[in-house]
């Protein structure tokens, strides 16, 4: 219906333009110059925000004048693409320009003497370019890798893969082969789908009252609702699903529904793994269909689009790349961990099928995933044991990387209770491989250095954890001992002489000294403070400490230009509030802070620190260090100190409009820490955005003891874990909700400085 719907319109609108244009020749001299609808104007495929490109052929010998005709063609409101060419030149602009040889092929006569190349066969050009057809397979390489098609969440349907170009390719390569028979380059179930995409095509146009060829993710429902589609029924799932199709009809030879791909062969295949890596037989499972007819599950999966902007795939696509990244990973052979323990990599293949097979159930797809995993295994007769392997492996997929990155990876508790459940370093090693993979399929920034950072820390402790099974506070004592005895054997920490004692009078009195400030600190600091910091970085803040008896603060910013960021430092004695200070006077120098690490003494000294992205200024970093120390003695607030950068802010920043506004959320959980409440903040990056979640924290007299702050584009997912000014988790129902009702009304705040002050 759509494509006969998309096949009347777009004749109509050629037929319209050309009554419309024709009054652009009527001054022109017709034995002088003649006109050619070409491109989608040519073969009558106009869409309401296409190009009109019309093609003037002069001869050589004649002067004309087309300014009045292009005049009026702009006149009329058409977006004219206007070629001029002479007669005569014709094959030497064939010879120089593929796009133009190309375009001739579709020419089609409007006005004028006729020119005889463009009257009969085109197939004159093939002899001009004799590698008609290999330029036009390297430049379908080139448009696929800029431009979205099938299995990308937002495909192009006129330039991505499988859309209408490579269909208009296969035909213009046939019409080089036998001119008479071109259109039958294109089988009759290609024709369809390739009217069903000059519909879609034509459906986006109207449906967005502009020129856009992309499904992008936010204009999806737009689409649907002009469509009056009824909820179910979906405009993107359906063109993708063309577009895959077209993808599966270039197969150069599609089985015979008796060569299909049996369960046997099929898991001989799978079983074979570690000899044959089986990501390039999956793909051409999925290209013949033969994946859809294995697990009918798959079937729903394919051309899926959520609202997930960070998702650059649709499911069965990003399931098939997190295979051939695992392959790629396994064949490369590098890792933070010893990978030893993974004995079936059959079964971790099968794990990142199944993995992602959940989505669109309308149910948890973890949950979801694992029981279609079982049921499929099942009936293909494997035992119990790599059942329960592989259900594990689904259902906790997202385990180690939700921890990684929204939790605290230094807190014992936590990597006490993780490695309890997952329980052995076998599924350890298979969940990290898999996790790994899945993260670097989601798309080509997914996997950055920083998450890679956080998972492999805690995959490492992790796996110290899963052999020694320590208790949670036997695990932090020794995490203690462990950093102890690391720092001691730091040169200048351990002994008697030390480089620290030189010059002085009495290096004895001055290692005593030093022995005392290590063993002060050891006794004042936890095991998370103590997994959070190196040694060396433990050791610089031991040295630094004693300064607070001549100093009120102590702040140190380090550069590290390699990696993009300085670090800020700042010792002091802890007071309410502070985090909230330290991040708005950051904020007001316009300072974007990448991460921070809170840490308290048990006798009130705070040591917190800040990372943030900047070319290192000294004279900024000066200014920082001002503003600090008169808000921390109080000569000025932190909100004064923003307001004074806002109206600077809001001149060069404008992500607080409503139309640029990201997702927003908070989940309050009391569940994943036995000390600490757990509040995300998810929220669109504003100047003064962790000040103003801070704030709210200390205003409803909530401690932050750490928290976990990163910014990707223009969105920020901070983690804090806080408890009450008596050290409590906050379990009282109002107090949570007022938390709840503060932060949501600091983060979806137009008017950003409304709640600064």
């Known amino acids: 219906e759509l494509a006969l719907w998309g096949s009347n319109l777009t004749k109509a609108l050629t037929d319209l333009t050309e009554k419309l244009t024709s009054p652009a020749f009527a001054e022109l001299d017709p034995a002088r110059v003649s006109a050619y609808a070409v491109g989608g104007y040519g073969r009558r495929e106009l869409v309401p925000f296409s190009d009109v490109d019309i093609l003037f052929v002069v001869k050589k010998d004649k002067e004309v004048d087309l300014s009045k005709s292009i005049s009026f063609l702009w006149s009329l409101g058409l977006k004219p693409s206007v070629l001029i060419r002479n007669l005569d030149n014709l094959k030497a602009a064939v010879a120089d320009d593929l796009l133009f040889a190309t375009t001739l092929i579709d020419a089609r006569h409007l006005f004028g003497f006729e020119a005889e190349l463009l009257s009969g066969p085109k197939t004159w050009i093939r002899s001009i370019r004799p590698k008609f057809a290999e330029e036009h397979e390297k430049e379908r390489m080139i448009r696929h890798l800029k431009y979205l098609g099938a299995g990308h969440q937002e495909p192009n349907v006129r330039d991505g893969r499988g859309g209408l170009r490579d269909l208009q390719d296969r035909r213009w390569i046939g019409a080089m082969d036998n001119w008479e028979k071109r259109d039958e380059a294109l089988s009759p179930g290609q024709w369809e789908d390739y009217r069903r995409l000059l519909a879609a095509r034509a459906i986006i146009h109207c449906a967005l009252e502009k020129r856009e060829d992309r499904l992008l993710l936010e204009e999806q429902q737009t689409i649907n609702d002009w469509l009056g589609w009824p909820i179910g029924k979906n405009f993107a799932k359906e063109t993708l699903s063309t577009m895959k199709r077209v993808v599966r009809s270039f197969d150069p030879a599609p089985p015979d529904p008796e060569s299909r791909v ?155 209770d993780v490695a309890k459940r997952i329980g052995d370093i076998e599924k350890l090693t298979m969940l990290y491989l898999l996790t790994v993979a899945d993260i670097r399929a989601v798309n080509v920034e997914s996997f950055s250095e920083w998450k890679a950072n956080l998972l492999n820390t805690l995959t490492r402790r992790l796996y110290r954890q899963c052999q020694a099974y320590l208790p949670t506070a036997k695990l932090a004592a020794d995490i203690l001992r462990r950093r102890h005895e690391a720092v001691l054997r730091l040169p200048g920490m351990g002994g008697v002489s030390r480089e620290s004692t030189e010059g002085r009078s009495d290096p004895l009195m001055a290692s005593d000294a030093l022995d005392m400030d290590i063993e002060r600190h050891f006794a004042n600091i936890d095991a998370r403070y103590a997994l959070a910091h190196s040694p060396e970085q433990i050791a610089s803040h031991i040295k630094l400490i004693p300064r607070l008896t001549a100093e009120k603060t102590v702040i140190e910013h380090h550069s590290h230009p390699e990696m993009g960021y300085t670090e800020v430092l700042v010792i002091t004695q802890t007071h309410h509030g502070l985090f909230a200070e330290i991040a708005g006077t950051l904020s007001a120098k316009g300072f974007n802070i990448l991460e921070a690490d809170i840490s308290t003494r048990t006798d009130g000294i705070a040591i917190d620190s800040f ?78 955005i962790l000040y103003r979640i801070a704030k709210t924290f200390r205003d409803c007299e909530i401690g932050i003891n750490s928290a976990i702050v990163s910014t990707t584009s223009d969105q920020v997912v901070d983690v804090f874990y806080v408890t009450t000014r008596s050290g409590e988790k906050i379990t009282d129902k109002t107090g949570m909700e007022r938390m709840e009702y503060l932060l949501r009304q600091i983060i979806s705040t137009e008017n950003s400085g409304a709640a600064i002050a």
């Open 262 to 416: 049996t369960i046997t062969e099929f898991l001989n295949r799978i079983g074979a793994a570690d000899e044959k890596p089986p990501a390039t037989y999956l793909r051409r499972c999925d290209e013949t269909g033969d994946l859809g007819r294995l697990i009918p599950e798959w079937t729903r999966i394919e051309c899926l689009t959520r609202n997930d902007p960070i998702h650059l795939f649709t499911p069965e696509e990003h399931t098939l790349r997190a295979v051939e990244h695992l392959d790629a990973m396994l064949a490369e052979g590098r890792f933070p961990i010893d990978i030893a323990a993974l004995k079936r990599r059959d079964l971790l293949t099968l794990a990142l099928l199944f993995h992602d097979i959940g989505k669109g159930s309308g149910r948890d797809h973890e949950v979801r995933g694992r029981e279609i995993a079982e049921e499929t295994m099942e009936r293909w007769g494997y035992p119990p044991g790599d059942i329960a392997l592989v259900a594990f492996l689904v259902n906790e997929h997202l385990l180690l990387s939700s921890n990684a990155f929204m939790r605290d990876v230094h807190d014992p508790s936590l990597i006490h």
């Open 611 to 688: 990372k943030v992205s900047d070319t290192f200024d000294p004279d900024r970093w000066k200014s920082f260090d001002r503003d600090l120390m008169r808000l921390l003695s109080k000569e000025i607030s932190a909100a004064a100190l923003i307001a004074e950068r806002m109206p600077y802010a809001r001149r060069n920043d404008r992500k607080g409009s409503a139309a640029g506004r990201k997702k927003t959320a908070i989940l309050i959980d009391n569940q994943s820490s036995k000390t600490n409440t757990v509040v995300e903040v998810m929220a669109p990056d504003e100047m003064g």
